[in-house]
């Protein structure tokens, strides 16, 4: 029965910062840990079943137990807002309503591919909440923070993190919102 361990070995991602992406790996590590994050585990996968679809299937990972984390920028006046957007695997966030809105911009899309990357020290398909650029929002549903264990990216494709979605809340520019598209 898929579940959110789903098949794989899990282990505390503090004592394994080469399955994490650097700015994860800082950012665990960081003043004892990201608040919330401290009871984060990691496994390692194989990267070309990194993809959510492909992942759950591979790992018995049930999609409801799955959030996925979207770099946005929003345009306002010349400025761009860069922020994170989570929500669960079988929802999809209201990017051009919600999102829009909240961060006060006038046009949104999302981010493109080598900005996302470039600006999160992640590779593109492994993009985590934690460890981003300081002052970017982090934009969770609520449906995630209610969901109990959650496997997110790792900032790479060849690892996932597991944590109590309400953990995602607790980042210091989180904020929670309903941005499930219904």
Known sequence: MPSARGTLSWSPAVGSPDLVAP???????ADGQTAG??????ATIDATLADTDAFCAAYDVAPAASANCVIVAGKRAGEVTYAAVMVL?????DINGVVRRH????KISFAPHDDA????????????????????????????VAAGEVVIGSGLRS???LLDGSALAQLPT??????AQH
Do not use: N, Q
């Open 89 to 93: 695997a079988t929802d999809r966030a």
């Open 159 to 161: 690892s996932k993190v």
């Open 23 to 29: 700015p994860v790996a800082a950012a665990l590590t």
């Open 117 to 144: 990357v470039s600006l999160t020290g992640m590779e593109f398909g492994g993009i985590t909440p934690i460890g981003l650029p300081d002052g970017w929002p982090v934009l969770v549903d609520a449906a995630v």
């Open 174 to 179: 989180a904020e929670v919102l309903d941005l």
């Open 103 to 106: 961060l006060g911009v006038r």
């Open 37 to 42: 994050v401290a009871g984060a585990e990691v």
